[in-house]
């Protein structure tokens, strides 16, 4: 029996950006097409099957341990990006201020999609949301570059509206205008997840001798 359900709703691919150097800064440069291969997006500074852990993850393991990647792509909604535009008071958010590499159009509440969810592309290639992308004050920087005083409320602004990041299940080409199929996880609420009491042995003693 299938797990995944087929939504009724199809987006549409709005804008794609890339970039390969992740050393000049979070802004990526709009692209016509994008390449998705295992490893991510061809040619892009986040793509790779390994990451190195960071502070998002420091409840689990050391900072710098090696992870499966799966931050290979964020995307964004256009109607998202309004809203926070909106809030800001600013004429528009521009999808490469965020670091975006595909922003949809038609999804309603793209952030908020359950983990698992599949986008698939006209293509076949599909990607995997895996969490909700939280937002961060490097954008409110880059905003504040072309809308000096603006951007210090971007954090709280876009709150669950950030957007996903997501890996790739199926490779294959996006473009322009791609219609989006949405597929989806059971819902169901798990009633048991409290958080821990704080632990007083660190990750690197619990994991016991390498």
Same mark, same amino acid.
């Given at each position: 029996?299938?797990?995944?359900?087929?939504?009724?709703?199809?987006?549409?691919?709005?804008?794609?950006?890339? #970039?390969?150097?992740?050393?000049? *800064?979070? !802004?990526?440069?709009?692209?016509?097409?994008?390449?998705? $291969?295992?490893?991510?997006?061809? *040619?892009?500074?986040?793509?790779?099957?390994?990451? @190195?852990?960071?502070?998002?993850?420091?409840?689990?393991?050391?900072?710098?341990?090696?992870?499966? +990647?799966?931050?290979?792509?964020?995307?964004?909604? #256009?109607? !998202?990006?309004?809203?926070?535009?909106?809030?800001? $008071?600013?004429?528009?958010?521009?999808?490469?201020?965020?670091? @975006?590499?595909?922003?949809?159009?038609?999804?309603?509440?793209?952030?908020?999609?359950? &983990?698992?969810?599949?986008? #698939?592309?006209?293509?076949?290639?599909?990607?995997?949301?895996?969490?909700? +992308? #939280?937002?961060?004050?490097?954008?409110?920087?880059?905003?504040?570059?072309?809308?000096?005083?603006?951007? @210090?409320?971007?954090?709280?602004?876009?709150?669950?509206?950030?957007?996903?990041?997501?890996?790739?299940?199926?490779?294959?080409?996006?473009?322009?205008?791609?219609?989006?199929?949405?597929?989806?996880? /059971?819902?169901?609420?798990?009633?048991?997840?409290? &958080? $821990? @009491?704080?632990?007083?042995?660190? /990750?690197?003693? $619990?994991?016991?001798?390498?």
């Amino acid at each position: 029996m299938a797990v995944l359900t087929r939504s009724a709703i199809v987006g549409r691919v709005k804008a794609l950006l890339s #970039s390969p150097d992740r050393a000049s *800064g979070l !802004e990526k440069e709009p692209v016509d097409r994008l390449a998705l $291969a295992f490893d991510g997006i061809v *040619g892009d500074c986040h793509s790779g099957r390994v990451r @190195a852990s960071d502070s998002r993850m420091v409840t689990q393991y050391p900072r710098g341990t090696p992870v499966a +990647n799966t931050r290979q792509v964020s995307i964004l909604s #256009s109607e !998202e990006l309004d809203e926070i535009a909106a809030a800001l $008071a600013i004429p528009r958010l521009k999808p490469e201020w965020v670091g @975006a590499n595909v922003v949809t159009a038609g999804i309603p509440e793209l952030t908020l999609l359950p &983990p698992a969810s599949r986008l #698939s592309f006209s293509s076949g290639a599909t990607l995997i949301v895996d969490l909700e +992308n #939280s937002p961060c004050r490097y954008v409110s920087e880059v905003i504040d570059k072309h809308h000096p005083g603006h951007g @210090a409320g971007f954090v709280k602004s876009a709150a669950h509206k950030r957007g996903v990041v997501a890996w790739v299940e199926r490779e294959g080409g996006i473009a322009l205008d791609d219609a989006i199929v949405l597929h989806l996880p /059971p819902h169901r609420l798990w009633h048991h997840g409290r &958080p $821990a @009491a704080p632990s007083r042995i660190s /990750p690197v003693e $619990a994991a016991g001798p390498s």
